[in-house]
């Protein structure tokens, strides 16, 4: 049980390229998450995934965008990397119950991106 | 919109003395909180959550967590730190009241940082 995988752990990018971090989570949960995490700014949430199927948007979603590939996996796409989205991701996981917003999250061990 | 504040950036404490890490919510009806430790280089690890009853919560490692309603705190305690115990801690709220049958989000605070001296 791997728990919260992301891939990769490191990468630099040149302004204009783009990418997508992957996520996958082995935990049959149904929620899943992108943040990104900047010093002083603690965790900022991007797109989050309440169920296979559907998307939303969080609080910094520009320049981003997410698939739901199935219930494993949630990727994030940057189309065109610009500085200011180096940053530390993190993807997480939680189960949510129907009837319920008691649930906890559990997070991968995070993508450091660089971008020039 | 829910908010929560770490009104401290870095707490330093002496090994075996307590500890204390200070957070505060604000949420428009009844919250959920957490705290999450992040070790250097590391994702975040869940160390315990506030959902109703006792006001006080036992989680991972000898933490605990003391919710207090009125002064819309949970601060974060552990009697003895260890070193090892040095880490970037953040605390967590979820609004227990659902919007429009939508889906709620965690907010987190900036994170303090533990320094724990032998």
């Known amino acids: 049980n791997a728990g919260v995988t992301q891939t990769p752990k490191f990468q630099v990018l040149k302004t204009g390229q783009s990418m997508t971090l992957q996520c996958a989570q082995d935990m049959n949960h149904n929620s899943m998450y992108w943040y990104r995490q900047d010093p002083g700014m603690g965790l900022r949430l991007i797109y989050y995934s309440a169920s296979e199927g559907t998307t939303d948007k969080g609080e910094v979603p520009n320049g981003y965008n997410v698939s739901r590939l199935n219930k494993r996996e949630f990727s994030l796409r940057l189309e065109s990397a610009a500085p200011s989205q180096t940053s530390v991701y993190f993807c997480?996981?939680?189960?949510?119950?129907?009837?319920?917003?008691?649930?906890?999250?559990?997070f991968g061990p995070g993508t450091r991106l660089l971008v020039l | 919109a829910q908010s929560v504040a770490q009104p401290e950036d870095q707490v330093n404490v002496a090994e075996g003395n307590p500890l204390t890490v200070k957070c505060t919510y604000s949420v428009s009806g009844n919250p959920y909180l957490f705290w999450y430790v992040q070790y250097p280089n590391r994702g975040l690890q869940f160390l315990l959550k506030?959902?109703?009853?006792?006001?006080l919560v036992k989680g991972s490692y000898g933490f605990e967590a003391e919710f207090n309603k009125s002064q819309t705190s949970f601060h974060l305690k552990k009697p003895s730190a260890l070193v090892s115990d040095s880490a970037l801690y953040f605390c967590?709220?979820?609004?227990?009241?659902?919007?429009?049958?939508?889906?709620?989000?965690?907010?987190f605070g900036k994170g303090t940082m533990l320094l724990v001296s032998p």
């Open positions: 506030y959902i109703t009853g006792d006001n």
């Open positions: 967590a709220v979820r609004d227990m009241a659902p919007r429009d049958l939508g889906y709620s989000t965690l907010t």
């Open positions: 997480a996981s939680s189960f949510r119950p129907p009837t319920s917003l008691q649930e906890t999250q559990y």
